[in-house]
């Protein structure tokens, strides 16, 4: 901008604005080279070629001036106008050179090219090289020389427009280039119609040509070159409204030139006009045929995604269901449903890359296992079903085994061994003509088997009416937390020999209006199921917490000094549960060392976010009990990497603690154990003075059960031990 406001600055005329015309351009040519040694392109010969082009043009600003200063010659048309036409070859090849770069053909956006540049030559030809070509004033080298700059501009222009097509392709680079053709183009054009019409010197236009150098530089220099030419393009790329636009205006032109009277009174014109029109007829036609050759490509390839997993292989819900639906129609057929239990866990340790690796390895195995009659679909993340399409139940069965080798042997990824476990449920189709409904069964089976335990579950009558039960007992959960009808109560834990109630065990009842006391066996574990045990732990923490307070306010040192509150895997699974702990204890004004988190074996043995969770509330000051000690896999492991204060040790080993044998010995063993690693131990489950009079001499301190107090809403702190 600098260089062509600075040739303007310069005497008119005069050797030095003349050279420095002619310096712009060479440096431009030596800028474009300076922009292939920092940037780097992938094609560097492409714009070597450029700076060729743009170096031949300087070169023929120098010979013009020569020869019209210097020699005192009519330059027009001279040996400078062979380096002015010299220069567009150059130009071309290099432009062709980056669209040879580009990865995928764009069949679509050349024809809109072609429709765009044949329509805008029409126009050229009517109001540019016709005149020029047919003037009278003018020689037959002058109009041929006329006519080709702005037929060249023409090829230029199109063929930097194909480089900009499509929005993926486009950089700053290459707008540039556009920019850089369209100024040479409009000032060649401009210069043929005006050295047509008026006796014009040039001077008027030289800040278009000076403008293409210093832009076609630009384009160089700028760090988006070295992308200019590998932008990815799918095979049809998207028309834009732009790009359809100008297609349109430009198929229209045709018609709309004959209502000039010029144009239509002239024969030669006419026979030029009508065999564009037949072109672009043509082009059009060709067009459309691209468009319809699209769309079915993209429908094949919508219907092959609604049909088939990308990452498996296997079929989608979709084409299952339809071929359960038409199977139904034909026959009995046979549904097996395997989910994965684990998935979530290994893409949390090993990775989604990992996860996807698990999830490729099993459905090749179910596919494998399954059979080649069998239909094997991917239903959604962890699941997969296998569909016989008309089958004894007792080759239903078969499969479902076969299936529980391919979930349960290892599946190797990277430097590990992930083995996830699966539950797996088989349903026929009797009775049913819905394949949603198969596809309800055998997910319920699926579920009982996950419940318990079982390798695989058959769908039965039975089953139904538990799930239903289940889902019904789920809305009363949710019913009754909005309406109070859960109630805290509180059973003491003594300590031996004095009987105080050192603290009490928080544990929530039921009361239904319709159904009476309903047991913790029953909604306990629905409530784990569909989450609400979250919101229910949560309200019994707060409650908790607020009752030790009260009682510590009102009854003074015959208070417990602690409170006990269970505490499911998936409240310590949540993100910031240790958080919302210390929110409570801030709430109640409960110090923290006066509460006792109660966690099972199975809540924390495979560790992550929950042992991680217990030891925040450690560092909280809060202590940790785990409850049910000796029941789980690996009790005496969780010690070493779990955060734990108190054992509660199970009632299983306190029933049998007074005969004589290994009950007594397991549980001094127990009770060792503790005493060797500075926790308590609170035995639970007394129900006689026996137990814990055999108890006591074993060593325990700490005490619990029917024996000292039944749980209630307000315990009497005063009675310390209750006779069997």
């Not at 850089?180 to 005006?194: C, E, N, P, Q, T």
């Not at 018609?255 to 007829?281: E, H, K, M, W």
């Not at 036609?285 to 993209?298: D, K, L, S």
């Not at 459905?363 to 094997?376: D, S």
Request: glycine share 8%; with cysteine; aromatic share 6%.
């Amino acid at each position: 901008m600098f260089a062509t406001v600075g040739y303007y600055l310069l005497p008119a005329d005069s050797p030095l604005s003349n050279i420095g015309y002619s310096v712009v351009g060479l440096l431009a040519g030596l800028a474009i080279l300076v922009g292939v040694r920092w940037n780097r392109p992938p094609r560097p010969a492409a714009w070597a070629l450029f700076a060729a082009g743009i170096s031949l043009s300087a070169l023929g600003d120098l010979v013009w001036w020569y020869l019209e200063y210097v020699r005192h010659e009519e330059p027009y048309p001279s040996v400078a106008d062979i380096l002015y036409l010299g220069a567009y070859p150059p130009l071309i090849a290099g432009l062709f050179l980056l669209l040879r770069g580009r990865r995928g053909r764009d069949t679509g956006g050349l024809i809109d090219a072609s429709i765009a540049a044949l329509g805008l030559s029409l126009v050229l030809w009517v109001f540019v090289l016709h005149p020029v070509a047919a003037g009278e004033s003018a020689s037959l080298l002058e109009s041929g020389v006329s006519t080709a700059y702005p037929a060249l501009d023409m090829l230029l222009l199109v063929m930097v427009a194909r480089l900009l097509l499509g929005a993926r392709a486009r950089s700053v680079s290459s707008d540039l280039l556009g920019l850089a053709a369209g100024l040479l183009l409009v000032a060649d054009i401009a210069f043929s119609v005006l050295s047509l019409h008026f006796d014009y010197d040039g001077r008027g236009l030289d800040w278009t040509w000076l403008l293409a150098y210093v832009v076609w530089a630009a384009a160089a220099l700028h760090p988006s070159m070295a992308t200019a030419e590998t932008g990815d393009r799918p095979e049809a790329a998207p028309a834009g409204r732009g790009r359809l636009a100008v297609s349109a205006c430009c198929a229209v032109l045709p018609p709309t030139l004959l209502f000039i009277p010029t144009v239509g009174a002239n024969q030669v014109d006419r026979v030029v006009i009508a065999a564009g029109a037949i072109v672009l007829f043509a082009l059009g036609v060709a067009r459309m045929a691209g468009v319809m050759r699209q769309v079915h490509r993209q429908s094949a390839e919508l219907r092959r995604l609604a049909n088939q997993d990308d990452l498996t292989g296997l079929h989608t819900r979709r084409h299952f269901q339809q071929a359960l639906r038409d199977a139904l129609a034909t026959g009995r057929p046979q549904v097996i449903l395997v989910g994965l239990n684990d998935l979530s866990s290994v893409n949390d340790e090993l990775g989604p890359v990992a996860g996807d690796h698990v999830i490729v390895r099993i459905a090749e195995r179910v596919r494998m296992l399954a059979g080649p009659q069998a239909l094997v679909a991917r239903l959604s993340g962890d699941e997969f079903a296998v569909l016989l399409r008309d089958a004894p139940h007792a080759e239903a069965d078969a499969v479902a085994g076969r299936m529980i080798g391919a979930v349960h042997y290892p599946v190797r990824s990277d430097d590990y061994e992930v083995l996830v476990g699966a539950a797996i449920g088989v349903a026929d189709s009797g009775g049913a003509d819905d394949p949603v409904e198969v596809l309800r069964r055998a997910g319920v089976a699926m579920c009982v088997a996950r419940r318990t335990g079982e390798t695989y579950a058959r769908w039965t009558p039975a089953a139904d009416e538990r799930s239903s039960e289940q889902a019904r007992l789920g809305a009363q959960i949710r019913h009754g937390l909005d309406t109070g009808q859960f109630q805290v109560v509180y059973q003491p834990i003594v300590r031996l020999p004095e009987c105080r109630v050192v603290a009490v065990e928080a544990l929530v009842r039921w009361r239904h209006p319709q159904r009476g006391l309903i047991s913790p066996a029953l909604f306990i574990p629905v409530a784990e199921r569909n989450g609400l045990i979250v919101e229910l732990g949560a309200w019994i923490l707060e409650t908790a917490c607020e009752r030790l307070a009260r009682w510590t306010a009102e009854l003074g040192p015959l208070a417990p000094d602690r409170i006990s509150v269970n505490v499911s895997a998936r409240q310590l699974a949540r993100s910031g549960f240790a958080t919302s702990v210390a929110a409570v204890l801030a709430r109640t004004g409960l110090a923290p060392h006066r509460l006792t988190v109660e966690v099972t074996e199975t809540a924390v043995f495979e560790g992550g976010p929950a042992v991680a969770a217990l030891h925040e509330l450690r560092a909280l000051g809060v202590r940790i009990a785990l409850d049910d000690f000796g029941t789980g896999h690996s009790s005496l492991g969780l010690l070493q990497s779990v955060p734990v204060d108190v054992l509660k040790i199970d009632k299983s080993f306190v029933d049998r603690v007074t005969e004589a044998g290994r009950h007594a010995v397991i549980a001094e063993a127990m009770m060792q154990v503790t005493s060797g690693l500075g926790l308590d131990a609170v035995a639970e489950g007394v129900e006689t003075a026996e137990q814990a009079e055999v108890l006591y001499r074993l060593g325990y301190r700490l005490l619990q059960g029917y024996h000292f107090g039944r749980p209630a809403e307000e315990p009497d702190f005063t009675v310390r031990v209750v006779h069997a």
